[in-house]
C-alpha cells in the first residue's frame, strides 16, 4: 500500500509518499528493529509570498497531482486543522487543505485525516508529545536521509505513518 502523507500548509506544504513491503521487512531497515513502511518520496514544497493567493493554491493543486500521478497512492493521509489563533491563517490553511483532498479524490485516493494529537501517539505513544520528540521517533521509525531537516516533511512523514497505523 502507498500513502500521500500531507502536512498542510500555503507557503510550506510537507510532502511525503511512504510504501508498505510487501515481504514485512523494510531492506533498509535499522538494526535497531526498523520498520515495513519505506520513504519514496518526501519534500517540503515552498509558495511565494509574492504571488497571489489564488496563484499559490493552483501551484500546490499541480504539486499535490504531478506527486499522485508519479507515485500513484492509494491514501491520502492528511493533517485535520487545530484552532489557532490567527483565523486569517487557518482560513487559508483550510482553502490549501482544500486543493490537496480535491486533487486527492479526483485521483479516487481513499482520505485518511488525524488530528495532531493521533499523530503524537501513533508515532510517539505519547499524545502530548513535543516536536522534537516525533522528529526523533520518525527518524527511527522510517530511513530518511540526514539532510532531510524540514519541520513539514518529516510532519508529512509522520502522517503517513499514522495512516498505515490505522488502516491495517
Same mark, same amino acid.
Given at each position: 500500500?502507498? !500513502?500521500l502523507g500531507i502536512d498542510p500548509g500555503f507557503?510550506?506544504?510537507g510532502i511525503a509518499v511512504l510504501e508498505k513491503n510487501k515481504s514485512g521487512k523494510s531492506p533498509s531497515a535499522k538494526s535497531y528493529g526498523g520498520t515495513? %513502511?519505506?520513504v519514496l518520496f518526501s519534500e517540503c514544497f515552498k509558495t511565494s509570498a509574492k504571488l497571489e493567493f489564488s496563484e499559490r493554491l493552483r501551484l500546490i493543486g499541480e504539486e #499535490? *497531482? *504531478?506527486i499522485i500521478k508519479e507515485y500513484k497512492p492509494e491514501v491520502l493521509a492528511i493533517e485535520t486543522l487545530f484552532l489557532?489563533?490567527?483565523q486569517k491563517t487557518v482560513m487559508r490553511v483550510a %482553502?490549501?487543505?482544500g #486543493? #490537496? !483532498?480535491y486533487e486527492a479524490a479526483q485521483a479516487g485516493l481513499q482520505i485518511f485525516e488525524a488530528s495532531p494529537p493521533q499523530i503524537k501517539i501513533a508515532t510517539t505513544g505519547y499524545g502530548r508529545a513535543d516536536k522534537m520528540q516525533i522528529i526523533k521517533m520518525v527518524k527511527i521509525l522510517v530511513n530518511i536521509d540526514e539532510d532531510k531537516k524540514s519541520d513539514?516533511?518529516?510532519d508529512a512523514i509522520a502522517i503517513a505513518l499514522t495512516a498505515f497505523a490505522h488502516l491495517k
Open positions: 500500500m502507498r !500513502i507557503e510550506r506544504l515495513m %513502511e519505506r #499535490v *497531482k *504531478k489557532n489563533t490567527n %482553502e490549501a487543505r #486543493v #490537496v !483532498i513539514d516533511e518529516l
